[in-house]
């Protein structure tokens, strides 16, 4: 007896669907022709499996709208870093730090919670205290104009001074704010200023010049990033003893000389210290231009001596 071989594709048939030679031959053909049918649809069913999934063409449009929301999320992101960094900046002008107050224009004072020359207090009268200033490096710039508080002059020796502060420099770095701003008479050209900070301005006596300065952060030490501008200098103020009284307002120039006058005076009666020769007034501004006059905090400062014997 002879048996139809079936393929492949027919082995999976049911046992109904193998035919032999006792079948009758229009029942052969059909039962052929559903193994065929079958056979071809397992081949495109494994070739369809097998075949990599084809990539929908994305739109003009909807390529834009999906930069469109990675860019706003990712200027999402910024921004809350910004508002962060800001927040925390505002921060050290809203909740201020204040100095020990002598009376209740000092109380009132209050001064940005910022970094400032690092000092100890030695004694403390009604008038003035003594202290000892630590040593710290600056950024100075001679001031154009024969006053220290005019508005221009001290506006384009600030505004340079800043641009090294905030980038201008050759490690193009972001240094931090600090805090007073120094305006100070000095004695003679090329004389080492003795500064706080962060802007402190010098009167160069024979020739009518201010300096302006900045205090540089503590954390560069002697390695402060160097200027671009010719016209800013770095130096390092040593350590050295003061005088200083405290004040309210805004400053003047009438303001300090009327100041500096009546520390002198009061210095006179001192049992340990006198002012040291030659010595130049030095005026520290510790709040932002925006704070309100009752509430700033101002300083005059004269270099001291013990008095021998």
């Known amino acids: 007896m002879l048996l139809f071989k079936p393929s492949m594709a027919a082995q999976s048939l049911p046992k109904t669907l193998i035919l032999s030679s006792t079948q009758s031959p229009n029942a052969h053909r059909a039962s052929l022709d559903i193994a065929k049918s079958m056979a071809t649809t397992e081949r495109t069913a494994t070739t369809t499996a097998l075949a990599p999934p084809q990539r929908r063409t994305v739109s003009a449009s909807e390529a834009r709208i999906s930069l469109v929301f990675a860019l706003a999320s990712q200027a999402s992101s910024v921004s809350q870093r910004l508002l962060m960094d800001l927040a ?142 010719p016209s800013v200098r770095i130096k390092e103020v040593p350590r050295k003893v003061v005088a200083v009284v405290a004040f309210s307002g805004f400053v003047t120039d009438e303001e300090v000389k009327r100041r500096e006058l009546k520390l002198r005076d009061a210095l006179k009666n001192d049992r340990l210290f006198q002012v040291k020769e030659c010595a130049s007034v030095e005026v520290a501004q510790y709040n932002p231009p925006f704070t309100l006059p009752f509430t700033r905090r101002n300083e005059i400062a004269l270099e001291v001596e013990k008095k021998e014997g």
Not at 90 to 97: E, L, N
Not at 171 to 197: I, L
Request: proline share 6%; net charge neutral; hydrophobic share 35%.
């Open 88 to 229: 925390s900046e505002t921060a050290k002008y809203v909740f201020p730090k204040r100095f020990e107050s002598r009376n209740l224009e000092e109380a009132l004072m209050s001064v940005p919670d910022l970094e400032t020359v690092r000092f100890k207090v030695l004694s403390r009268t009604d008038q003035y205290e003594i202290r000892v200033v630590e040593p710290y490096f600056i950024a100075e710039k001679t001031m154009p104009g024969k006053t220290g508080f005019d508005f221009n002059g001290a506006s384009q020796s600030f505004n340079v001074l800043a641009e090294y502060l905030f980038g201008k420099n050759t490690s193009k770095e972001t240094m931090e704010m600090t805090t007073p701003v120094f305006t100070s008479r000095t004695q003679s050209d090329g004389e080492r200023m003795e500064m706080t900070t962060p802007v402190i301005t010098k009167k160069v006596e024979k020739q009518d010049k201010w300096v302006m300065s900045f205090l540089m952060p503590s954390k560069y030490g002697s390695n402060v990033p160097l200027p671009k501008d």
